[in-house]
């Protein structure tokens, strides 16, 4: 498809276990952003990538959030010792290049129980 | 800090009953203002980019215009298919932030 996807669209994990959140973005762009958002709120921001870097980290709510875009494409949000409070829908953009419309994916549920 | 608004919360119409939905933003220089609509359980969809003041943007059943200080999304003549939570975000114009920063939407219902 020519759209961002996102894989598992569901994830439903127990407190304490470790996540992983993929992120296919669009073909040939540049730039791709993670999003959290929370029922009835609009996405937060999280973490920026310009192609393999990350060039803005500064949503990361702490250090059990970390992401990686090794080859510049797709990328991977990893949670580790999930807690509760984390739960959320997990959204993923991407962009040609910086500073330009944002398109984003279904996004991912993750459920801590 | 960069903040957005949106209001109403909830907005419930008749379908062909004409309204608008308003986005007021503080930001450090104005880059864009994006507006999105986002139906439940999926991610957000695009629907226009505005950059200045006075600018104006039509889609079908939908018109956004920008000031200043904020925008508004002016719906005519809706049907049940908008039905929906549109969503504005701003991008600050400094070269450090690139993302958006997100109003908290507002939830549009048409009746039939």
């Known amino acids: 498809g020519a759209g961002v996807s996102q894989t598992p669209s569901n994830k439903v994990t127990e407190k304490g276990k470790y996540v992983e959140l993929r992120c296919d973005p669009i073909?040939?762009?540049?730039?791709l952003y993670w999003y959290r958002q929370s029922l009835g709120q609009g996405p937060e921001f999280l973490i920026y990538?310009?192609?393999?870097?990350?060039?803005?980290d500064s949503g990361l709510p702490n250090d059990r959030f970390f992401a990686v875009r090794p080859e510049g494409s797709v990328s991977t949000l990893k949670i580790q010792r999930t807690e509760r409070g984390d739960s959320a829908v997990y959204l993923c953009?991407?962009?040609?290049?910086?500073?330009?419309?944002?398109?984003f994916g279904p996004g991912t549920r993750l459920l801590v129980l | 800090e960069d903040q957005v608004t949106q209001s109403p919360e909830a907005l419930r119409l008749q379908e062909g009953e004409s309204s608008s939905l308003n986005c007021s933003y503080t930001v450090s220089g104005l880059r864009g203002l994006f507006w999105y609509r986002q139906d439940p359980g999926k991610g957000p969809e695009f629907l226009f980019t505005?950059?200045?003041a006075g600018e104006e943007k039509e889609k079908e059943r939908l018109k956004a215009t920008l000031t200043k200080k904020e925008s508004f999304l002016h719906i005519t003549a809706p049907k049940p298919e908008d039905s929906a939570t549109y969503l504005c975000a701003v991008q600050a114009s400094v070269d450090y932030g690139q993302n958006f920063v997100f109003g908290p939407g507002t939830r549009l219902s048409v009746l039939p």
């Open positions: 505005l950059y200045s």
């Open positions: 990538f310009q192609g393999t870097g990350a060039a803005d």
């Open positions: 953009a991407s962009s040609p290049g910086p500073r330009e419309t944002q398109y």
């Open positions: 073909s040939g762009h540049t730039a």
